[in-house]
């Protein structure tokens, strides 16, 4: 057989550069919500679903403190905060793992749970991540149609085959704010195989007010095949420092714990949170907030002759007519003239809709007051 210079038969010559293994290129890459406008004098960044309260006080001063060791690696197992969430829920601190936002802990799950062969259910207007961690696994994504912009549970169900690994669910969903009361969480998780490890994504679970809800903290505790995450990127107001967690089986947390980084949770980023789960009164403040002006804002937009989608979250999903004039795309980009920034969701399946975070009430306003002069413009 002839040989070149590597010493390689020609079939297994290196290219010349280096290539990601097969199905990378593939995947599309997720796309935050913009942070820059186009015009207005004054800017509001509705487009991430923050929160407008911004962190906890005391959240901001146990970050300041931790200034003075950032030369020390931090605590690889976060046992202050794992002990921190564990009191603030009344869980067992031995059962949770934290990871550099939800987003850390689902990536791990994805590569501790997935493969090639695999395949993993979310729903079709699910988490964009989800996707992408799922084929970053090398395994393949499978969308299961909506119902009324929720979470169908029927449609998950008869996607589910031998091949079905993982099956995220997001509770609320992000970006269409709808939620699955918790019985229906319950017979979607009876009916799954055991060996099939359900993943109840909260990130928005700490703004429900509904009766029927539950984040998933009862099931992830009992059962052997659920793992629930959360996030204190939303209302505890840290996005920009990184911090989740997950709470499940102690032989599903193990293994994850197995291929998590071993400090993927900076020490600033631990202090701030412990402070921030602590601080009740703050979060109360978020609360009622976001109780205030999630009605105001949605009936304030129907009154304008368009359509939302009932949200549980802390942010809307607004519906725009196909017609010229009157786009979702339209709209988006006179309000970014008037410096409002929403977020386009064209990349969930959304071509028609643009999601707004409930912000503070001057912004609530400023978007009422912009899409009241889109939409007399596009009548006139």
């Known amino acids: 057989m002839t040989k070149n210079s590597t010493g390689l038969p020609p079939a297994a010559r290196p290219t010349d550069r280096p290539s990601p293994r097969a199905g990378i290129l593939?995947?599309?890459?997720?796309?935050?919500?913009?942070?820059?406008?186009?015009?207005?004098?004054?800017?509001?960044?509705?487009?991430?679903?923050?929160?407008?309260?911004?962190?906890?006080?005391?959240?901001?001063?146990?970050?300041?403190?931790?200034?003075?060791?950032?030369?020390?690696?931090?605590?690889?197992?976060?046992?202050?905060?794992?002990?921190?969430?564990?009191?603030?829920?009344?869980?067992?601190?031995?059962?949770?793992?934290?990871?550099?936002?939800?987003?850390?802990?689902?990536?791990?799950?994805?590569?501790t749970y997935l493969g090639p062969g695999d395949e993993a259910i979310h729903s079709l207007h699910g988490f964009n991540v989800y996707p992408i961690i799922i084929q970053a696994a090398g395994a393949t994504p499978v969308a299961a149609p909506e119902k009324g912009f929720t979470t169908y549970v029927d449609a998950i169900l008869d996607r589910v085959s031998e091949k079905t690994r993982v099956v995220f669910v997001a509770n609320?969903?992000?970006?269409?704010?709808?939620?699955?009361?918790?019985?229906?969480?319950?017979?979607?998780?009876?009916?799954?195989?055991?060996?099939?490890?359900?993943?109840?994504?909260?990130?928005?679970?700490?703004?429900?007010?509904r009766n029927d809800y539950e984040s998933g903290i009862e099931l992830a505790g009992a059962a052997p095949n659920v793992i629930m995450t959360r996030t204190f990127s939303k209302i505890f107001g840290l996005a920009g420092l990184r911090l989740g967690w997950g709470y499940g089986p102690a032989e599903v947390i193990?293994?994850?714990?197995?291929?998590?980084?071993?400090?993927?949770?900076?020490?600033?980023?631990?202090?701030?949170?412990?402070?921030?789960?602590?601080?009740?009164?703050?979060?109360?403040?978020?609360?009622?907030?976001?109780?205030?002006?999630?009605?105001?804002?949605?009936?304030?937009?129907?009154?304008?002759?368009?359509?939302?989608?009932?949200?549980?979250?802390?942010?809307?999903?607004?519906?725009?007519?196909?017609?010229?004039?009157r786009t979702a795309a339209e709209a988006d980009a006179f309000l970014m003239g008037r410096g409002i920034i929403?977020?386009?969701?064209?990349?969930?399946?959304?071509?028609d809709a643009l999601r707004m975070t409930i912000g503070s009430a001057e912004a609530n306003e400023a978007v009422i007051a912009g899409l009241k002069a889109f939409l007399h413009g596009a009548a006139s």
């Open 26 to 111: 593939e995947i599309a890459p997720y796309v935050p919500g913009k942070s820059k406008a186009t015009g207005g004098t004054k800017v509001f960044k509705l487009s991430s679903n923050e929160t407008p309260l911004g962190p906890s006080p005391a959240a901001i001063a146990a970050f300041q403190d931790a200034a003075s060791s950032l030369e020390i690696y931090p605590d690889g197992a976060a046992t202050a905060l794992r002990e921190a969430i564990g009191e603030a829920y009344g869980i067992n601190p031995a059962r949770i793992i934290a990871g550099a936002g939800s987003d850390d802990v689902l990536y791990m799950i994805g590569h």
């Open 254 to 325: 193990d293994a994850l714990n197995r291929v998590r980084s071993p400090f993927n949770v900076s020490i600033p980023a631990a202090a701030a949170g412990v402070a921030a789960v602590k601080d009740k009164a703050h979060i109360e403040a978020a609360v009622a907030h976001n109780e205030e002006w999630l009605p105001r804002v949605t009936q304030a937009i129907e009154g304008l002759g368009l359509e939302v989608t009932p949200s549980v979250g802390n942010f809307v999903l607004i519906h725009f007519p196909a017609t010229p004039g």
């Open 342 to 351: 929403l977020r386009r969701v064209t990349s969930y399946h959304l071509p």
């Open 172 to 209: 609320p969903n992000n970006p269409t704010g709808t939620y699955l009361p918790f019985s229906e969480i319950r017979r979607l998780h009876a009916a799954l195989p055991p060996h099939v490890l359900l993943v109840l994504d909260a990130a928005y679970a700490d703004y429900v007010r």
